[in-house]
């Protein structure tokens, strides 16, 4: 591992804090429009249609400006970088001044923009601000920021917006605010392993390494089916058992408990199994776990199955993350935020693949076997990326 001359350690337990802290705070305001847009629609007198690209605008500048903040925070000291990101995450709070529905989809795009500028700094530092070991445990609790977040966020959202719906985006601000003091005060300088050269210079050192590209191909497959199985969740409880609104609000909750749980609570199983083994058996359970959602023939048991296949997620999701970052110290910031586009990438295919094959194949049985199909695809493409072959995750080049 190699660790920058400029740097500014900090305990374990601070980075697990100010990781899980960041992660929830940017994870809420990524979900914060979902449930506000029966709201948005009636005030700015829209269709249900065009209200979605409200939620496609965070998305659209998140993905897009991600491929520019990586190599930026890559020449940078990340600390820097990372409170820079959040002075501008305050523009969420111009989202509750906006008066039509385009100065609000642009206000939520540039939310977008200063997000991609956070969560990258989060992924990179914490490889070289804590011990080898308690790689994967942290990045489990900034997993278990965006997995709770999803379950907190959006009912805390849904509760304020009743006060008025600019209430939510005035308190995600002033919580980014709270937040910027707390990483200020807390996150360590990490300064780059690399200065000087051309912006784009880090796609190039990424480009020569073909186990790293590999790995952000198989990436890439696996959000995609991931994505299919995980956006489709709510349509298949209404489809199959007749759920409402409301019984689906409750199944999410509970299913998102399941990964808050995998990603606080899977570091002791991966340091048993090891990186290596947690990758391969934790891909193979996953998508065994959706093939069995073709067998279920009750919502209560659809949501036992789907929460236990959000814990082997929130287990497995560090351990994905870890295995990007642990072929350079050069680029991590490109890394975490090419693994981010790959994300948006595969949410965006998943969501276009992912209904058609919920309404054309019976229960949820379409789906499940796209999924595992994307799942052993990647795993073969980790497998031609050596990411089998060493018994854990360590730096292969610098």
């Known amino acids: 591992m190699t660790v920058p001359s400029q740097f500014t350690p900090a305990s374990e337990p601070t980075m697990r804090l100010l990781s899980f802290s960041t ?18 629609q009636r005030e700015f007198g829209v269709s249900v249609s065009r209200s979605g690209w409200l939620v496609s605008a965070y998305a659209l500048g998140y993905a897009l400006f991600a491929l520019v903040a990586g190599p930026v925070s890559d020449r ?59 790689i994967v445990k942290t990045m489990g609790y900034a997993t ?15 509760f304020l917006s009743s006060m008025g719906w600019r209430i939510p985006f005035f308190v995600i601000a002033a919580s980014g605010a ?41 990436y890439l497959l696996f959000q995609t089916g991931n994505f299919t199985a995980l956006s489709f969740i709510g349509s298949w409880l209404a489809k199959d058992f007749g759920a409402d609104q409301n019984a689906i609000g409750t199944a999410m909750i509970v299913i998102g408990f399941g990964n808050a749980i995998g990603s606080l609570t899977g570091s002791r199983l991966v340091a048993r199994l090891g990186e290596r083994r947690s990758l391969l058996f934790g891909i193979v359970a996953l998508g065994a776990i959706y093939l069995g959602t073709a067998f279920v023939s009750s919502m209560r048991v659809a949501v036992i199955v789907l929460a236990v296949a959000m814990l082997v997620g929130g287990f497995l999701f560090p351990v994905l993350m870890s ?13 975490s935020s090419l693994a981010s586009a790959a994300m948006y990438a595969g949410a965006t295919v998943g969501g276009a693949i992912g209904g058609h094959l919920l309404s054309r194949f019976t229960g949820y049985s379409g789906v499940a076997v796209f999924t595992v199909i994307a799942y052993a695809v990647s795993l073969g493409v980790y497998a031609l990326g050596g990411a089998f072959k060493r018994p854990d995750f360590r730096i292969l080049e610098t």
């Open 23 to 40: 992660l929830f705070v940017i994870g809420t305001d990524t979900f914060l429009t979902a449930p506000l847009l029966p709201l948005l």
């Open 323 to 335: 295995e990007l970052q642990s072929h350079t110290d050069l680029a991590r910031g490109t890394v």
């Open 76 to 134: 940078l000291d990340r600390r820097k970088v990372l409170l820079a990101g959040l002075v501008g995450f305050g523009v969420t709070a111009a989202c509750g001044c906006t008066w039509s529905f385009w100065s609000l989809f642009t206000a939520r795009s540039l939310a977008g923009v200063a997000a991609a500028f956070v969560a990258p700094q989060i992924w990179a530092s914490i490889p070289v601000t804590v011990p080898p070991k308690a």
């Open 178 to 218: 709270v937040l910027w003091v707390i990483l200020y005060k807390g996150f360590p300088n990490v300064a780059p392993a690399a200065s000087g050269g051309r912006l784009f210079a880090p796609y190039a050192h990424v480009a020569r390494s073909r186990p790293l590209l590999l790995s952000l191909i198989a």
């Open 144 to 158: 278990a920021g965006l997995a709770i977040a999803q379950v907190a966020g959006i009912p805390i959202a849904s």
